[in-house]
């Protein structure tokens, strides 16, 4: 049987070299642990621990030369035993389900996922195969990755960094390292549309980090701007960081490393200066996690004695982080700007409001000050004198007798810190475009910033007044940039409340018209319900319908007026009821407890509300469905609400009442805050400077990363324990500043404060407490405090104030003036016709397949990553994919195999199917131009769609039958005397093995080692089965499986031969895991095979070959890196002769040609036929008469 192989090319850049964590440190070495011959090997794909699996086995069945010499081997099948193997993937997204339709491998689910070991492969196939390979020559195979170009120079000067130790890993871990990482690619920072600018030339140097993991954090909009806007400034260099996961910060202690930025993976500590986005309370203790992990003291006080230190005492001494000073370490965003007295132990300064224009200030005050050679002090004094909305908590102090106020104590500086004000720029929003997939994966477009609706719960809407509209020809202009240069298929239009941008409906058509060639998809976030309409409902959606978000917030008219939400029951029903009809079956709606003044009949009118909606929106046994999240209502700085006393026991008492009510409602599901967060929220978010050390404290006792409940019993406990330690209690405002509830009743069903002489704003009986100083008082957020008295006056009475953006009726609330700017409404554009959905183009016309290769970093990007990948490039590149017959139409893109997270190769095969004729070489180039530089793309060429019967021909999945690897494996001697001893021995014979250095001892060495590799090689080869047992879950029924029938070739590479680049480095790797290993010693051998490979996971894996070696060895055998060389394919399968047919048609034809060789006249009498039935019989009797 002949076969097509695809080998690997020439690729003249040097790959990362990546270990499998797969085998696990020790396998069985004697026979008394090895004992029964009906044992099998065990690998279980789940998480359990390992364990052993011990049973007898004859010594007759153990092959000669690997245990004692009276042992004999046996031609029986070999059945071992060795502890039980846990698979876990180490990335989610390597974790593909093999799905196949028409022809084309589905982009959600590409086919030949995870290769695992089940039951499949013959002998017989070991001399098919034997046939299909032997022609090429494994010497010229070899070889042929060194044959052209620098490539040996390339393995020299990799052994060379090997030697001297430059050539190191990823942020100075190394490779091995990065596969036991969850998501390794996050911390990568080779995004498409990264900003890299020269580090030497730029004068000032930020880091934006975010106190979040990456998918968090690279999905913010407020971060990708900040990020664009600083690098667009001239002198400033922008990179980014982000919380790590426990993982990633195991390995940063483990190799003493300081948390990194992700694109120039430099440490934290070599920046001027540090911005931490501080978006929520308990975000604070990620904060310090990060500074802690970058090696950087804690507080800015401990930041200023460590200058002042490292000068020999001079705090005059000029600030320069270049000559070992401190960064500055700076905090923005709406925790930052609502309050920052909680967190001033721990901020350099804040950056209060919008900060477009605040930090590209900050940056050029910074440059001057860097040219001046001002102190840290006087650094720090400049900024809080020269740029408004910079806050600097150490010139700034709390005066006993003053209650909680806060005074300058410097001359120069404001006695209130001004919030800044910008106007969103929508072409500043199209950024980064992830390697992984993040929490919003979509491109994300400001249409609208600040909020004039005045909830009085709402502390964003009182932070970002006045309200600013983006001229509606700048949205969808971005907006149909950021598709084409991204490749998304989804965009959201972001704002407060979207609703309230009154162009929505004629934006959103004139994105779609002018995008309906894509596949685009329109997602809002919570909406008015008031303001949803069909015109809105029409732009939501696209290739799929998106979910729709209201917020009531309260189940009663009445509460709704006295939190000022503007809604009524029967606008309500009328937005929901519009949603229905449009064809939404389910609604997610959010609603509050504990709002001031709510009373059990508020609180109860919530499922009353549900009940009567799901009433009017049914049809025959349909009815809506609803997905509730019932929030803790906490009272927040800047608002009407801000003096306000919640209690935990009376969220915990009415939950109780919620469930209950809810059991009994069919198609509701709903979701509560948990009491404890929201206590933590509000005992932070409402403190003043003598939080800092109970959140110091709490971090200290292991509170971190709260904000995702990871684990709240421990976060609580953290918390509680950090307050008492400090001497304080959860309810300190009551205690220290006389908090109370503002909603007291006083009687007759009524509340103090209700109207009449008993205003507690203003006249005699006006509660002085509503004038006491509050922490946050230094905030100048435009609104003044006798608006939020009087606005709580009002709430008092269930009064509502109107929208002042769209009413024309002004509140008076402050905010419209020189320093805050007025209301920007937009004019509303008339709404366009629309063209129509998207019709997907599902015409073939031709199948070009492309071959390229995955080394470098990308090896650390999964599978189901690297076809998202691939399908946005090929969206940027604007080639004309065609599309499936699915429901929900998929792009035609199908890949041979997925490759193991971590393992390169330099033949991965992808079809890609187009709706019009194309150049190869121009798609090849257009493709390479949006793909990574580690994603090169060898090879282009074309390819049948159909076979000659019109059907599909095989797709490449079904093609494959057979892979070869190239394996860089690690012996390990345990307590080895004189092999190996230090690293830099280990990493010249690992350099030698890789580029043929003839090392003299290091050549013995390896030399003795390639000869026992090469007799285990034998041992294997000579068993005629070797049978594991396969579970591939926890549960499932375990399958046996035999690992030698799927080998079809294994051999050991010779010293000397030329091996692919990607391989250079990996002896470098083997050199850092011996080092890393007290007590061991290894040396590096390669291995090449070949193995099966099936589509029902009968697929021999590299860490089957590796079981197979190390049990015939009795030796630790790791696997240092594996490199996919060959893809060998099946010739593509021919349409089945019809014998039938053809005699049909050679019938035919004969009697057509026996009758044209007649004029008419002679031996037919009749000249004229009357049918085409008369003509062929007239012929074959002539024929019968010409024979006679």
Known sequence: MSSFVVHSGHVHSVALSLRSPFLPPSLPRNPASVTSASS??????????????????????????????????????????????????????????????????????????????????????????????????????????????????????????????????????????????????????????????????????????????????????????????????????????????????????????????????????????????????????????????????????????????????????????????????????????????????????????????????????????????????DTLLELARSVKGVYVPQLYETVPGWGAAVLPKVEGVPSRVLRRVATPNPLDH??????????????????????????????????????????????????????????????????????????????????????????????????????????????????????????????????????????????????????????????????????????????????????????????????????????????????????????????????????????????????????????????????????????????????????????????????????????????????????????????????????????????????????????WDIINTGIERWWLKADLQRALEATTVPDCSHSNVCSKCGVCEEDFGENVVAAIPPVPDYDGEFKPNRKRVQRVRVRFAKIGAMTLVGHLDTVALLDRALRRAALPVCFDNGFHSLPRISCAAPLPLGHSSSCELVDVEFTQKLSVADAKRKLQEQLPDELPVLEAWEEPIFRADKKNTDTLTKQLHAIEYLLLIRVVTEGAQGVGNTASETASEGAAAASGAQGAGAVVEARSLQEQVEEWVAQVLSLPSFTVTLQKKQGAKPKETDLRARLHKLRVVPQGSALPSAMCLSCNDAAAFAASTPGTSSSSVVVSYVGQHTTDGGTLRPEGVLTMLSQVSGRTIHLVHAHRAKLHLSPPSQPKIDFAKLRSIGNDETFRSLYRRFDGTSLLNDTQPHSQRDAIESARRAALGGAQ
């Open 430 to 775: 199209i950024g980064l475009v992830p390697l992984t997939s993040t929490v919003h994966d979509r491109l994300t477009v400001e249409i609208r910033r600040g909020c004039t609706r005045g909830c009085r719960f709402c502390q964003p809407g009182m932070l970002t007044r006045p309200a600013r509209d983006v001229d509606p020809d700048k949205v969808v202009e971005a907006v149909e940039a950021g598709m084409r240069k991204t490749g998304y298929t989804e965009f959201s239009l972001l704002s407060l409340s979207c609703s309230d941008y009154l162009a929505l409906p004629s934006v959103g058509i004139q994105i779609k018209n002018r995008l309906k060639e894509q596949p685009i998809s329109l997602s809002l976030p919570s909406q008015r319900v008031d303001r949803f309409n069909d015109d809105i409902a029409n732009i939501i959606g696209g290739t799929r319908k998106g979910s729709l978000t209201f917020a009531p917030e309260a189940g009663t008219q009445r509460l709704r007026d006295v939190i000022n939400k503007g809604l009524t029951d029967e606008e309500l029903l009328r937005g929901i009821k519009a949603a229905w009809d449009k064809g939404w079956r389910q609604v997610k709606l959010y609603f509050m407890i504990g709002l001031p003044g709510e009373t059990d009949e508020d609180v109860m009118g919530i499922p009353k509300t549900i009940r009567w909606l799901q009433q009017n929106c049914r049809r025959g046994r349909n009815f809506l469905g609803v997905r509730l999240t019932i929030s803790n209502f906490t009272p927040k700085p800047h608002t009407p609400f801000q003096w306000h006393t919640v209690s935990t026991a009376e969220f915990t008492r009415k939950q109780r009442m919620l469930r209950d009510a809810f059991v009994r409602m069919p198609g509701v599901k709903w979701n509560f805050g948990d009491v404890r967060l929201s206590a933590m929220e509000d005992f932070i978010g409402r403190g003043d400077r003598s939080i800092g050390r109970v959140i110091r404290r709490a971090w200290e006792l292991g509170a971190s990363n709260d904000a995702w409940w990871v684990n709240l019993d421990r976060c609580y406990s953290c918390w509680s324990q950090a307050i008492d330690e400090c001497g304080l209690e959860w309810k300190y405002r009551r205690v220290v500043d006389g908090e109370w509830d503002v909603m007291e009743k006083i009687g007759d069903d009524r509340f103090r404060g209700q109207g009449g002489k008993s205003r507690l704003d203003v006249g005699p009986l006006a509660d002085a407490r509503l004038d006491a100083p509050l922490p």
């Open 40 to 377: 099998t090997l065990l690998i279980n794909k789940t998480s359990q621990p390992p364990k052993a699996v011990s049973t007898p086995i004859r010594p007759a069945q153990i092959p000669r030369g690997v245990y004692p010499a009276d042992s004999s081997p046996s031609p029986s099948s070999l059945r071992v035993s060795v502890p039980r193997i846990p698979y876990t993937p180490r990335n989610a997204s390597a974790r593909i389900p093999s799905a196949a339709r028409n022809g084309s491998t589905r982009i959600a689910a590409v086919a030949g996922a995870e290769s695992g070991l089940a039951e499949g492969g013959a002998a017989e196939q070991d001399e098919a195969l034997e046939g299909e390979v032997e022609g090429e020559g494994e010497a010229e195979a070899l070889a042929q990755w060194g044959a052209v170009g620098d490539e040996e120079a390339l393995a020299a000067a990799a052994a060379s960094a090997l030697i001297d130790g430059s050539g190191d890993a990823i942020a100075g871990i190394p490779f091995f390292e990065w596969l036991s990482l969850r998501k390794p690619a996050r911390y990568l920072g080779k995004e498409h549309g990264a900003i890299r600018k020269d580090w030497g030339s730029a004068r000032v140097r930020f880091c934006l980090t975010y106190p979040e993991v990456y998918e968090v954090g690279a999905s913010n909009l407020g971060h990708i701007i900040l990020y664009t806007v600083l690098n667009q400034a001239e002198g400033v260099m922008c990179d980014r960081a982000y919380f790590v996961d426990e993982d990633m910060s195991q390995c940063l202690k483990k190799y003493n490393k300081s948390l990194f930025a992700v694109e120039s993976q430099r440490p934290l500590s070599d920046f001027d200066t540090l911005g931490f986005s501080l978006s929520y309370e308990l975000g604070a203790t990620n904060i310090l996690q990060m500074l802690q992990e970058s090696g950087i003291p804690i507080s800015w006080q401990e930041r200023m004695d460590a200058d002042t230190a490292r000068h020999g005492g001079d705090a005059a001494a000029p600030w320069d982080v270049t000559n070992g000073s401190m960064p500055l370490a700076f905090a923005g965003g709406p925790t930052a700007t609502s309050n920052p007295e909680p967190f001033s132990d721990f901020f350099d300064f804040f950056a209060i409001g919008d900060g477009e224009e605040c930090l590209v200030e900050i940056a050029q005050c910074l440059d001057t000050c860097k040219q001046r050679r001002l102190s840290r002090y």
